[in-house]
T-cell receptor, first 112, second 112 residues
Framework: KAGVTQTPRYLIKTRGQQVTLSCSPISGHRSVSWYQQTPGQGLQFLFEYFSETQRNKGNFPGRFSGRQFSNSRSEMNVSTLELGDSALYLC???????????FGSGTRLTVV | QKEVEQDPGPLSVPEGAIVSLNCTYSNSAFQYFMWYRQYSRKGPELLMYTYSSGNKEDGRFTAQVDKSSKYISLFIRDSQPSDSATYLCAMYRIQGAQKLVFGQGTRLTINP
């Protein structure tokens, strides 16, 4: 059974650029959540999508956005990158109800 | 004040020791409690999942929940060098924008 796949694994971008990260959930999982992980702040919730609809959103600026496609694959986009956006971005999928989330290995974004 | 508090460590113990990891929380709305393990350069993986107060055992791992004190613990018996990782507690609530909230994570090293 394939796990959660995130691409790319590593990215280096320049301040002011934008970036798109991709997440393919486990087959049958309709819920996809995105988290930002940094050494200082830990895992911070970005947003959650379920059946192509954003169900919840964390306290991040509007530069962070996402979407989910009909096949449950999800993308997140960060525009006008800042140095502070350097982090590990993790995607997690679940069947949609209460339960454990399965995480991908993340995308390591470095902004220079 | 964070909703979920976890000592980030680091914690270093000799092989074979019993390890105790703990988290406290402030919001009574949390109903489900989880422990994740995260190896370097990987996403978190679910270790233990529990709902009610009391103990749940899985091999060398025991999760303990005390809802009255808003305190959860993870015990690792006969610790092995392969247990060296960051351990994150996580709590789930039915209501609220952010349903799954993580602790900061405790970095654990088991010395051979």
């Amino acid at each position: 059974k394939a796990g959660v796949t995130q691409t790319p694994r590593y990215l280096i971008k320049t301040r002011g650029q934008q970036v798109t990260l991709s997440c393919s959930p486990i087959s049958g999982h309709r819920s996809v959540s995105w988290y930002q992980q940094t050494p200082g702040q830990g895992l911070q919730f970005l947003f959650e999508y379920f059946s192509e609809t954003q169900r919840n959103k964390g306290n991040f600026p509007g530069r962070f956005s996402g979407r989910q496609f009909s096949n449950s694959r999800s993308e997140m986009n960060v525009s006008t990158l800042e140095l502070g956006d350097s982090a590990l971005y993790l995607c997690a999928s679940s069947v949609g109800g209460v339960g454990g989330y399965t995480f991908g290995s993340g995308t390591r974004l470095t902004v220079v | 004040q964070k909703e979920v508090e976890q000592d980030p460590g680091p914690l270093s113990v000799p092989e074979g020791a019993i390890v105790s990891l703990n988290c406290t929380y402030s919001n009574s709305a949390f109903q489900y409690f989880m422990w994740y393990r995260q190896y370097s350069r990987k996403g978190p993986e679910l270790l233990m999942y529990t709902y009610s107060s009391g103990n749940k055992e899985d091999g060398r791992f025991t999760a303990q929940v005390d809802k009255s004190s808003k305190y959860i613990s993870l015990f690792i018996r006969d610790s092995q060098p392969s247990d060296s990782a960051t351990y994150l507690c996580a709590m789930y609530r039915i209501q609220g924008a952010q349903k799954l909230v993580f602790g900061q994570g405790t970095r654990l090293t088991i010395n051979p």
